[in-house]
């Protein structure tokens, strides 16, 4: 994540695609990532995850990890991740939509 502006109150949206799920719903403090992405809250759903940072400063590359799973094989849309003002929604940004592919290991 990398802004222009310096931004608060904001929410990432990370949709998740068709065939994963995400993979440790007891501890979403892993989402933390190289940049120390201080998540103010956090909130898991079946298809996407909400991300609430404290901060973001403009220019600083912030970066966050998780795990997921495989339920089914298969070529899957990877939705665009995006990122808004809570209050301001004049102020948001997506990243590309993607293909991806899950093989099975059999």
Do not use: H, W
């Not at 298809?47 to 912030?62: G, T």
């Amino acid at each position: 994540i990398k802004s222009d502006i310096d931004m608060e109150n904001t929410v990432i949206q990370d949709f998740f695609p068709a065939g994963l799920e995400f993979a440790n719903e007891e501890n979403v403090e892993t989402l933390k990532g190289a940049s120390d992405l201080q998540l103010f809250s956090s909130d898991v759903k079946d298809d996407r995850m909400y991300l609430f940072p404290q901060k973001l400063d403009a220019q600083i590359v912030y970066e966050y990890y998780y795990s997921v799973r495989t339920t089914i094989p298969g070529d899957f849309f990877f939705p665009a991740c995006k990122i808004e003002g809570m209050y301001n929604a004049s102020k948001f940004g997506k990243s590309k939509a993607r293909m991806i592919q899950v093989r099975s290991n059999k």
